[in-house]
């Protein structure tokens, strides 16, 4: 069974760090910068976005060191590229994109980076590399490329999707349900026989925990703008880990990916008259109930692999009658 401290160990320093950082860089903005007027009241400076993805990065790196999963390099193994390569970029572009004064400039940047996510984490791989001992990848270029175009597709999507959400309803509301999402895919990636992977998820969940509460406790009005980008590429990236390098089957990679997706439920004309204490709970049951599915489906999965795995072999009886 998994090792509940070492768990434990992700979530809080993942948690502890990003809140932290969360309060410091507020801290820090109110004395250095001037902030701008936002809607009902609430000041916020542009840079004040980009402190998310700045929190959410350092807890995500803290709890992998902490788990023995320090970033290196050569980054040779996915853990490593999404840690060493991933992380950085991803503050980096989000970084760059509350500098830039054009919204079209900031989301050609998120585009590009999109498109570059799982073709670094399949680099030099057996679907897309020729390796010792094979004679060809397990992909032509012509799978190659329609699955790498197909994978950017959907996570553009998704960062579109959560963005619009963010902008009709606020960031905390987005990231509580990207926050059940990513529990649920670090607990599927597990399960589906890739610890690791699945550790690298709850430092990223215990993150985007923390860098919220932060934010709930200094600002409880929240704010309508902040940084998705650490989030969205995070989740992307652990699911992609559990897929191909793990055994997360396609159905449950895909349920974990659109699942956030469906807090756009709430927002259809029938449910938006609501009060919102119940639209948040509809939300929460709208996001939660695939993901509740999918953790279920990949446990029932595990304990019939591990019982697979411990029953001993059978006699073999082509040696026994030989006897």
């Given amino acids: 069974m998994f090792d509940v401290t070492v768990l434990a160990k ?34 916020m400076s542009r840079s004040d976005s980009a402190r998310w993805s700045w929190a959410i990065g350092a807890g995500v790196l803290a709890a ?16 490593a590229r999404f840690l060493t390569l991933l992380v950085p970029l991803t ?9 830039v004064s054009s919204t079209r400039m900031a989301w050609l940047m998120r585009i ?24 060809s990848a397990e992909w032509t270029p012509l799978e190659a490329t329609m699955i790498l175009c ?6 553009i999507l998704i960062w579109v999707a959560l963005s619009m959400l963010e902008a009709r309803t606020s960031t905390l509301t987005v990231y509580g349900v990207l926050i059940l999402d990513a529990f649920a895919t670090a607990i599927t990636v597990m399960l589906s026989g890739y ?17 919220a509460l932060s934010a709930y406790v200094n600002a409880p009005r929240s704010l309508t703008r902040g940084s998705l980008g650490i989030a969205v590429i995070g989740n992307f990236s652990i699911v992609l880990i559990g897929r191909f ?26 449910l938006n008259a609501f009060a919102p204490g119940w ?16 953790v279920v489906i990949a446990g029932r999965q595990f304990v019939v692999a591990s019982a697979a795995h411990s029953r001993p072999s059978k006699p073999n009886a082509v040696r026994d009658v030989a006897k």
Wanted: aromatic fraction near 6%; charge should be positive.
């Fill in 245 to 270: 390098f793990g055994t997360l089957s396609t159905a449950l990679a895909v349920c974990l990916l659109v699942a956030p997706l469906f807090a756009w439920m709430v927002e259809l004309p029938r």
């Fill in 91 to 99: 503050i980096l572009v989000e970084t760059l994109a509350v500098v």
């Fill in 64 to 79: 992998s060191g902490a788990t023995d999963q320090w970033p290196h390099w050569p980054a040779l193994e996915d853990r």
């Fill in 279 to 294: 639209r948040a709970v509809q939300r929460l049951a709208c996001v939660g109930i695939p993901l509740i599915v999918a």
């Fill in 195 to 211: 610890f690791l992977g699945g550790l690298l998820g709850l430092g990223l969940a215990g993150a985007m925990t923390g860098a």
């Fill in 10 to 43: 992700a979530v809080l320093v993942g948690a502890v760090v990003a809140a932290t950082v969360m309060r410091l860089v507020a801290w820090l903005l109110r004395r250095g910068s001037v902030y701008m007027p936002q809607r009902d009241g609430i000041y």
């Fill in 150 to 155: 197909g994978l950017a597709a959907m996570l």
């Fill in 112 to 135: 590009a980076l999109a498109a570059i996510v799982a073709p670094i984490l399949l680099h030099n791989t057996v679907y897309l590399a020729v390796l010792q001992g094979r004679t």
